[in-house]
């Protein structure tokens, strides 16, 4: 069992940045692929960004590739999000996930845990 939990959010101008992060409780961090996932209100779950389970390789969704930047500590078992060139469209509950097949691409059903998310606003 692994226990997801995310903190970095809040609110920002448009132009600027934020930093998540999310630290995993429980054993073989190291092993799983991780994800990040948004939801805007009335909107579907989207793949942000996914990293395997060494760092080495990363994904990226189209709206976010060149502004965000995923990565991980497996000694420090977290994963991090950085987020740059923000823009009001951005606005959304950013979520964490795990999957214990190492997967790390865009299909949500593939991750085992989730996070409670953390609310990014970016303002105009």
């Known amino acids: 069992q692994v226990q997801l939990v995310e903190s970095g959010g809040g609110l920002v101008q448009a132009g600027g940045s934020l930093r998540l992060s999310c630290a995993a409780s429980?054993?073989?961090?190291?092993?799983?692929?991780m994800g990040w996932f948004r939801q805007a209100p009335g909107k579907e779950r989207e793949f942000v960004a996914g990293?395997?389970?060494?760092?080495?390789?990363?994904l990226y969704a189209d709206s976010v590739k060149g502004r965000f930047t995923i990565s991980r500590d497996n000694a420090e078992s977290t994963v991090a999000l950085q987020m740059n060139s923000l823009k009001p469209e951005d606005t959304a509950v950013y979520y964490c996930?795990?999957?214990?097949?190492?997967?790390?691409?865009?299909?949500?059903?593939?991750?085992?845990?989730w996070g409670q998310g953390t609310q990014v606003t970016v303002s105009s």
């Open positions: 429980g054993r073989s961090f190291n092993e799983y692929g």
């Open positions: 996930a795990a999957s214990r097949s190492g997967y790390y691409g865009s299909a949500y059903a593939r991750y085992d845990y």
């Open positions: 990293i395997n389970w060494s760092g080495a390789t990363t």
